[in-house]
Each structure stands twice: as structure tokens, then as C-alpha cells.
């Protein structure tokens, strides 16, 4: 899915007073897309299936910038952290719109990886604290009433997890077969060094106990280099859900496979050698190496008791039942919610017995030492890290970029012009006939979004091009996703003029073509004009009807190269295929 066309020549409008927002947004629901900041790949793991259970249009815009993400127009935004300097900016650039940004918890959270997290949250910021989002998905009671103490119980929605709805609880297990347990951790197993240490501490001392034991056997469910240090051979085969379903018992660190074994009846006892609190309970506890033995043991023969205190303690950690259906109904309630921030003031949590001074617990981050606005304090160290990042990868775009036009074009990068005719659109004359529109916007297709014109047919745009040299006209052609399957759907021509002669002539048809949904890239070769000037114009015509026809021309540019005192190259010549009047190179997004 992706954004919805919206009619406008800008990419972003002027945002408008506070008032003037807050009068219309209780008049007017947002209609936009939902745009997800997560990685594509992940988002089955991380949200189940509830965009399809939502049925509101959506659009991963992972990795884009701040602007980029404003400009889909969205009406919320999902995400699983805010520590990345472009989620944290892209939340409060969201944030000063009133645009509500849902924050999902994905697992089990930990001491570590809520406090002292080097691994990798350290390095680009801090983990809830403070929050920016305006709701908080958490998997169940009790981690709600953790994350509550940060001073974040308003935002709060016990939701569950998603991705555990369409998993089976059943368990298989064979008479008289040798009893398993499972060894897990989680996919980062140490968050700072003692944490590394005292997890390899713990892993030795459970091999040290199952070596040469013929009545038990070990599955080590474990990272490749854990194992290899221990000794052991790690055992990853499958999904966690079918290890536990053949497994006696579970023995882990703090992590998610905890609730996924609960879930299943599996006795699960947590392993933890540190003296820090833990954010799960489970009814057996292992905190040093004695407790091994007479843990293992109660794991094979349980007794009904401690049973009976893992059904109370799955039901404090997880919320069972439709998650899906639970978290679609906090996105439609924020969607709809025209103050999503009206019950946060902004200002720092305040606990019970006073307030979370940031300065104190991350004194080591000077972000946390220049104001007491803690939100503003958060998003200026984004926009810090986030600008020097963006310093070093601008050196390598420029010579990337001159690169790439001197091996396109033949000649040095200081001789090649460039024109973006969506970039001059507001000097081009358009023509259109209802239901015909021009318009640009942003539309992702397999990737990341991209700058498009719109051209509903039947409509015509031209544009007076300030040069009469020779070139080529760079482009792709698709149809806006939301109208692939639509039944009033069907063929588009799209077509280009040079100075009043035909250089590209193409129809798709996406709705009696599924393989043609992405995008489709063309040259058009353009010859010397005489006059000094070209004039340029893209049309669009519906084939047989015109309804449904939501063409997309992306981000299409004139390319030609300055031969002042040069002369020209033989290289630079647009190649043809056949008797085609247009080039077509071997590269799509497919």
C-alpha cells in the first residue's frame, strides 16, 4: 500500500497555528495514510497481521527523513523505537503536528536493555525515556506497570502480541522418548560487558550440569559464537514455536521465548546470575549454579503449585486473546483522537515520590544536561547525531552522484545540466479534461517513497525546457497501488512529446497484470532543437474509459551535457533498440 494522492503542487504546506489545527481536526478525521517506520522485512514479526485487520491504507517509509515522512501526509505513525535519530525526529516533527505516533512494545524488555543497553540503543539515544509517542503498547499488566513508574501510565494500552495470535498452543510430546530442555536466549544475549559475562558464566555452568547426562538432553537454542565458546552445538533449526511445542521444558534468559513457552504450557524457569530486577516472572527462578539441579528437576516433574503460579504469572505478563484486534482498535482510537496529546503536558514524568531526572540516571550524555525539557532535550540530540551523520554522507552522495552521471552521460560531471520537471512544475501548462488532475506527491512501490507526478487522464503538461541541446529524458511509469485491484481500473497510455514529435508511447494494464505492479524505467532520446529552447509534454489517455487511471510519472529529468568549447562525444548518444524511438535499459525495482 502507500499514500493516498492528495491534489497539491507542495510536497509540505505551511503547518498552521495551534488553534486553527486543533478547530480543524475536531471537525475533520484524518484521512492519510498509516506510515510505518519499521523495516519492511519485519513487520510481520513485529505487528502479526494487523494491517490486514485494520483496512486503513498504510506505507513502510523505514529510513526516510523527517520531511520525506510528513510529506505522505500520514494519519499515524507505528513504530517500535524512538532511539534512532530519524524515528525520534520523525515522531517529533509528528509530535508538533498532532499527528499520533503509536510506539509498540515487540517483546520482553529487561534490566539491561532498559537502563544500561550498550549494544546498540546507547550509541543513538536512550530507551522510553523520555518517550515521545503519544500511545504505548505493551504486552501485558505487569510490564505496563514497569514502564507506568517511568511515568508513562497515561499512554499506556495493554495490547498483547500479535505475532503470537496464529500460534498453536498444542504441544506434542512421545511416551518414553528422553526429555528436552530447551537452553534460550535472547538475539542479543548481553547488553553491556557484565551482562556478556555473567550470561557466558551461566551457559558454562548449565553445559558443566547436561554434559554426559544420558537421562535429559539439552537443546541449546543459543547464538552460533555462545556455543562455539562453550562448546556446545547450537540448535536453531525451525521456529520457536516448534522447538517448544517437543520440549519438556525451557530454561532462558529474560526474553520473549519465556511468554511464547508459557503460552504453551511449556514450565519455563528464567536464568539470571546478575543481582538486577527482572521484568518478567516466572514461577522457577535459576540465580546461581546450585539452583540448577533442583530447577531441571521440577521442570521434568512440576508440581502442581508451581503450575498453578505460571498461569498466574503468564497471565500478569501477557494479555491473552485477539492481540490483533486490540492493537488495531489503539490505532483507529488515535487516528480518530483530534488531541492525541492533550493528556500529556510534555513535561518530564513525575513519579510517586518525584520526579526522573534524566541528568542523573544518563549523566554521561550531554543531550540530558542542557534544559529541563526533557521531549525537546531528546529531539535536539537527534537532530545533533542525526546532522553530523548526514555531514559525512553528503560527501560520499556528491561524488557518488558525479560518478554515476559521468559513466550515464560520457562526459565530466561539471559538464552535465539537469532538469526536474516536478521541481518546475509551477512554470508548466497543464491541461485536463474531469476526471483528469495534475498533481505531485510521494508513492512508494517496492522501496522507499519517491517524488511522482500525477497525471490523471485525460491531461497534458508542458513544460518550456531553457536549452536546445540534445539529451535524454529519464523516467518510470506506474499506476497508484490503491487502484490496482480496483474493478473500474484498467489500461493507461502514457506518452511523451519532443517539440511536437512523438518520442515515447507505452500502456500498461496493472489490474489484468499483476506482474507489471512496480515500477517500469524508460529513456527518451531528444534531439538538437534549432530554436534554443525545448518544449516537453507528458499526456496521459485512458484506454477504452478513464476512470481509476491514477498514473505516476517518477521523478522524470532532462539530462544533457554543456558542450560549450567541447565537442560532443560519440558516448553520449541515447542507444535504440530496434526500430523503438525510445531506449529501454535492462533496470527496474522490481
Known sequence: MSASIDATDTLIAPGPSREDRDHSRSRTPRAGPLVVLDERSRLDNLYGPVFERLGHPWVC??????????ALQPSALLLTSEWTFENRLAAAAARK????????????IEWSYLWTNLSWIRPWGTNLQPMIASDLCVLGRHQARILASLGLGTRVHVVGLPRLDPISSERILQRGAIPRIVIATSRMSGHNVEHQVMTLRALRDL????????????VWRIPADMAEDIGVREDVAGSVSDVLARADGLISFTSTCLLEAMHKGVPAAQIEYRSVPLYVDTAWEIRCAEHIAPVVHELLYPPSSRLALQDACFADELEVGDATGRLAGVIREAIANPHPYASDSGAQPVRARGQLDYRQIYSELSAFAMS???????????????????????????????????????????DVRLYNFIDHLKEARAEFEPPGNVATNVCAIDGPPARVLLLHPPADLTFAVPTGAPGRISFAISMHPDIWTHPQ???????????????????????ADPADRKWWWFEAPVPEAPGGSHVITFSTRGVNETSFRWALWRNPVFLWADTTGQPATAGFRARCIGQADYYVPGRTLA
Open 97 to 108: 503536528r498532532d499527528i499520533p505516533v503509536i510506539y509498540v512494545i515487540d517483546g520482553a
Open 372 to 414: 529541563d525539557t526533557a521531549v525537546l532535550q531528546y529531539e535536539l540530540s537527534a537532530a545533533h547525531g542525526y546532522l553530523q551523520r548526514l555531514k559525512g554522507e553528503k560527501g560520499l552522495l556528491q561524488r557518488e552522484c558525479a560518478e554515476v552521471l559521468e559513466a550515464v552521460t560520457g562526459r565530466a560531471a561539471q
Open 61 to 70: 517509509a523505514h529510513g526516510c527523513a523527517p520531511e520525506e515522512v510528513l
Open 489 to 511: 481500473s484498467g489500461p493507461c497510455q502514457f506518452l511523451i512529446q519532443v517539440d511536437g514529435a512523438p518520442a515515447f508511447d507505452a500502456t500498461i494494464d496493472l489490474l
Open 207 to 218: 553445559r558443566s550440569w547436561f554434559a554426559g547426562r544420558s537421562d535429559v538432553e539439552a
